[in-house]
Nanobody, 118 residues
């Protein structure tokens, strides 16, 4: 069984930074594309970023967020800078595949709340 556990969320002021971590157990992440998604209250879950050896970002976070992975630690990260109130959401990491630049998650974490105050 593959388990993903996010951490690092919290409350931050607009303009601040947070770094989310996603620790994976049960299988090496080296064979997976790893992605981050988020879901704000009352909204659908939306794609944030993925890393399948190359990185790809949604337009809303490009230039502010950075996805990275440490295969030795079996952990994926999301560095979030210049945070805005509209970045407030529950952030989820996922392990899956990428087909034609579309990430499909097979395993998901439980989520980590990020709240950005204005």
């Amino acid at each position: 069984q593959v388990l993903l556990v996010e951490s690092g969320g919290g409350l931050v002021q607009a303009g601040g930074s947070l770094k989310l971590s996603c620790a994976v157990s049960g299988h090496s992440i080296s064979i997976y594309a790893m992605g981050w998604f988020r879901q704000a209250p009352g909204k659908e879950r939306e794609f944030v970023a993925y890393d399948d050896g190359s990185t790809y970002y949604s337009d809303s976070v490009k230039g502010r967020f950075t996805i990275s992975r440490d295969n030795a630690k079996n952990t994926v990260y999301l560095q979030m800078n210049s945070l805005k109130p509209e970045d407030t959401a529950v952030y989820y990491c996922a392990a899956g595949i990428v087909v034609v630049r579309t990430f499909s998650g097979r395993y998901w974490g439980q989520g980590s709340q990020v709240t950005v105050s204005s």
